[in-house]
């Protein structure tokens, strides 16, 4: 009897909750892996699939995608081995399943932290409440590579934005896997979307398309980039999140700035009647 | 043009005159080759084209729009509104062309009409008890003179469905024949609606006929049943437009509708249309798409190559 050969994964892109080959065939050699190398083209693939996503993702209850963010908590927790096996140490697992968590429970609460009433001078009812801003992308630190894309992702998503991420492109494997866990925890299709490849080739597509409505520019190491982003995010008044310092800590409280980043305030005036 | 060619023509316009003799030489049709269509029209498909020649397309595929509305909630302003986007479609861009036509229902021809007047778009109007065509002769006649009196200068109607599939073939060809009467100078667009019609074979067959009674375009579909035009179906149209002109000398044009939505679809259209009945047809005088979100897929596109930037539906009209 011949020796089994093993069957080795491709790692590919997550665009609209499928596993499509970068539209231009090409893939990169990293962490022993080719990977595919995302182009122009996936970039503008997976806004489309992004907005797309929007209507449904951001009219869903705040409930429900609480649930569905709990629900993938629970799948990458039932992946951790993988995780820990492609080099993540345990820790930084346990870690981002734990901030997925809380995110989660965010679902349905910052309403009522970062919303309200408003005491007006007149016979009116002022009401303030956040919405999705839309369509998100983001540059995902280089690491730690894990917790580091949960930490851009859950942030963005649970308020009802759908995002587009560049993942890191050193360590792109995790994101791959995580795209795994996301395509079954019930999270609809296109709602995340993860690029791997060149930053340079990805980030600038995303930061110029006017259907795009914010950049989390988190990742982005190099000074001369970012600048160029956000001079480019400027021309539809993207929302902008400046890159995250060097030495920043991700383990850390988070505090709810990602969220609310990503935030429109609605507020509404309503005559009292009688 | 040769002696075989000019009885062969005077044999072709004598077709009409029997239900049998059209029966035979409908029937007598080569049959088309249904995997074969299928694979030639996924593997015309597969062209790249880029930049300059992107360009070059993209700008052909807007003139060739028939930008169309046929909607029961159509309101006059409405289809105003959508007559002003034909003439200029991207507003923020003198160089963009405008489209082809606009085509409506009859009722709302005079509203285009007025915003029309003038231009080089052509106004298009469904007629003959669109999307059914199951109403008496008389009424198809009436519904066609009532929108060429009200300004139409194409007219798409619909053929017999229910009488080509029983095969009566005589009472379709002659209903062709009246509606091209009726209509007078206005060109007709004969909708086979190739969905209703089951397979590659009828789709041929109808076309033929469509074409021997007179019709100026044929076209795939009403755009309200489930199946519109697909690329199989239109290559076994352009290939009938082909052999026609071959026999008879005269040029036929094609018109697919519903269901093109993207500017990549668009473009594997024009990549087939030259890859079958060559350049002749890359005109918007032959070759139309009658479509409606089409036409703001291509202007994005075509943002994206003059700026350099991916636009976004936010950026144009919702109709």
Known sequence: MSERVAVRKTYKLFIGGKFPRSESGRSYLVQSSNVSLASRKDARDAVVAARAAVKGWAGATAYNRGQILYRAAEMLEGRREQFVALGIPGDEVDAAVDRWVWYAGWADKLAQVYGGANPVAGPYFNISAPEPTGVVAAVAPERPALLGLVSVIAPAIVTGNTVVVAASATEPLAAVTLAEVLATSDLPGGVVNILTGAITETAPTLAAHMDVNAIDLTGVTDAALATDLEVKAAENLKRVLRPAPADHDWSVDPGLDRMTALLETKTVWHPKGV | ?319
């Open chain 2, 1 to 319: 043009m040769t002696a075989t060619t000019t009885s062969a023509r005077s044999e072709l316009s004598e077709l009409g005159r029997s239900e049998t003799a059209l029966r035979t030489f409908l029937h007598g049709l080569p049959g088309v080759d249904q995997v074969g269509a299928e694979q030639r029209a996924a593997q015309l498909s597969t062209r790249s084209i880029k930049t300059t020649a992107k360009a070059q397309a993209i700008d052909l595929a807007i003139r060739m729009v028939d930008l169309t509305t046929l909607e029961g909630a159509d309101t006059p302003g409405k289809v105003r509104a959508l007559a002003a986007k034909a003439l200029r479609p991207d507003p923020a861009d003198p160089s963009c062309p405008h489209v082809g036509a606009v085509c409506v229902y009859p009722a709302m021809v005079p509203h285009v009409a007025e915003v029309l007047r003038g231009s080089a778009v052509h106004l298009a109007s469904v007629a003959t008890a669109f999307p059914s065509g199951q109403a008496p002769l008389e009424i198809k006649l009436a519904d066609t003179r009532a929108a060429v009196a009200a300004g139409a200068d194409e007219i798409d109607m619909v053929i017999n469905r229910g009488a080509f599939l029983a095969g009566r073939y005589k009472e379709v060809y002659d209903e062709i024949v009246a509606t091209k009467e009726a209509s007078g100078d206005a060109h007709l667009k004969v909708i086979l609606e190739t969905g209703e019609l089951a397979t590659y074979d009828n789709v041929r067959r109808a076309s033929w006929l469509a074409m021997l009674a007179g019709g100026d375009f044929i076209k795939t579909s009403t755009g309200k049943v489930p199946i519109a035009a697909t690329m199989p179906v239109s290559l076994v149209m352009l290939e009938a437009v082909r052999d026609f002109r071959e026999a008879t000398g005269r040029q036929v044009g094609v018109k697919p509708a519903g269901g093109i939505k993207t500017t990549k679809d668009a473009i594997k259209y024009l990549v087939m249309v030259n890859e079958t009945v060559g350049p002749d047809w890359l005109d918007p005088d032959w070759f139309r798409f009658g479509a409606s979100s089409l036409l703001n897929d291509l202007l994005m596109q075509r943002t994206k190559l003059t700026t350099g930037t991916y636009s976004g539906p936010d950026y144009f009209t919702l109709d």
